[in-house]
């Protein structure tokens, strides 16, 4: 009577849970080591985006890229950052980086010198520990400009 | 200035019925005043069914005492979302022109579509009524809290953790209608209301109503 009682109420509390969830989130946490590298004497507030490689759609209907998060770092170099990573929107995963060199928050305004970027597709994703290194080696274009290449 | 004097005057002809809240000069009840103004006698029992655009939905309730009845159904706009609940209806006022009854609520959210929201949910209703022989003219004050709960599961490398967080959705309901009984055990109604749903981010849309009251008045 008692393990027919126990399986009545872990049923209902089962279907009471399954009746309240609204969103379901699922990350997959990444801690990423990331190497940018920049030309010599290059000096600023660097900015790494880190995208999905596809988003919507499938094989040639793909979106490419898709903006998880945004991190700053003082200048170029080494950069430690945890990801957490939402599976259910895409899949694979892209690093771009742009360094400002002026500090005035946004790449190549008009009129004023061109600004490092790079981007790097980061190898054996999904894992939970990975690294990267993203070559600096363009100037004033965004990530959709470089991907797919 | 004539807003004041019908106001005055209706104030006077209420209220001092306000402190007789138990008149024995009260009429016997009618199962319509029941259905919108709530506050049914002991013994009394009905089923209150309405629809219209955009929403629906029927309330069956009796009386175990005099000043408490229980009540339950479901509210669903546009069969997308749907509200079961279960009620209890407190008489507060009760005189031979006007009814004042409350309605604490619980019950549970189930909208589907775009906008998926599931969840908990309490409601607090006024039902007032003013007694007019056959015709009930009634207004219907509500809110009502519901809590949306979301679920994240990070997968790391020390495995799998489950975080919760929860948001509120806050609703305002007002009805204003028409009630006519028929008979006594049969009745009528007509109105219009203003809920507005996912207060202060969603849009308010008025609605419009027919509804039908059967029962038993003691």
């Keep these: 009577m008692n393990a027919r009682f126990t399986r009545a109420l872990s049923a209902l509390v089962s279907v009471a849970c399954a009746a309240c969830i609204n969103s379901d989130r699922r990350l997959y946490e990444v801690d990423l080591m990331g190497e940018i590298v920049a030309p010599a004497n290059t000096v600023g507030a660097t900015t790494v985006e880190l995208h999905h490689a596809e988003t919507f759609g499938r094989g040639a209907l793909a979106h490419p890229l898709g903006l998880i998060e945004r991190v700053s770092a003082p200048a170029p170099g080494a950069l430690r950052h945890t990801l957490l990573y939402p599976t259910d929107l895409g899949s694979g995963l892209v690093v771009y980086a742009w360094v400002d060199l002026n500090g005035d928050g946004q790449l190549c305004r008009p009129g004023t010198p061109p600004e490092p970027a790079g981007l790097a597709v980061v190898q054996g994703f999904p894992a939970h520990a990975l690294s990267y290194r993203v070559e600096l080696t363009s100037s004033c274009v965004g990530p959709e400009a470089l991907f797919p290449r | ?218």
Excluded: C
């Design chain 2, 1 to 218: 200035m004539r807003a004041l004097t019908v106001t005055t005057a209706l104030a006077a002809h209420l209220l001092p019925s306000f402190a007789n809240a138990q008149s024995a000069e009260a009429p016997p009840s009618w199962t319509t005043t029941d259905a919108v103004g709530g506050a049914p006698s002991r013994g009394s029992w009905g089923v209150h069914a309405w629809g219209g655009w955009h929403s629906f939905g029927a309330r069956g309730y009796g009386a175990i005492t005099d000043r408490l009845a229980i009540a339950g159904g479901f509210e669903s706009v546009l069969a997308i979302r749907w509200r079961p609940f279960v009620a209890l209806n407190v008489r507060f006022v009760d005189t031979a022109r006007f009814r004042l009854s409350g309605e604490p609520s619980f019950g549970w959210l189930l909208q589907r579509g775009e906008f998926t929201k599931l969840g908990p949910s309490a409601e607090l209703r006024l039902r007032m009524a003013l007694k007019f022989g056959r015709v009930v003219p009634f207004v219907t004050l509500a809110t009502q809290l519901t809590t949306l709960a979301d679920r994240t599961v990070i997968d790391s490398a020390n495995g799998s953790r489950t975080e919760w967080s929860f948001r509120h959705e806050l609703a305002f309901i007002g009805d204003l209608g028409l009630a006519i009984a028929i008979t006594r055990a049969f009745g009528l109604e007509v109105g219009a209301g203003y809920p507005w749903y996912d207060a202060p981010n969603g849009v308010p849309l008025p609605r419009f109503f027919l509804g039908i009251h059967v029962g038993a008045a003691r």
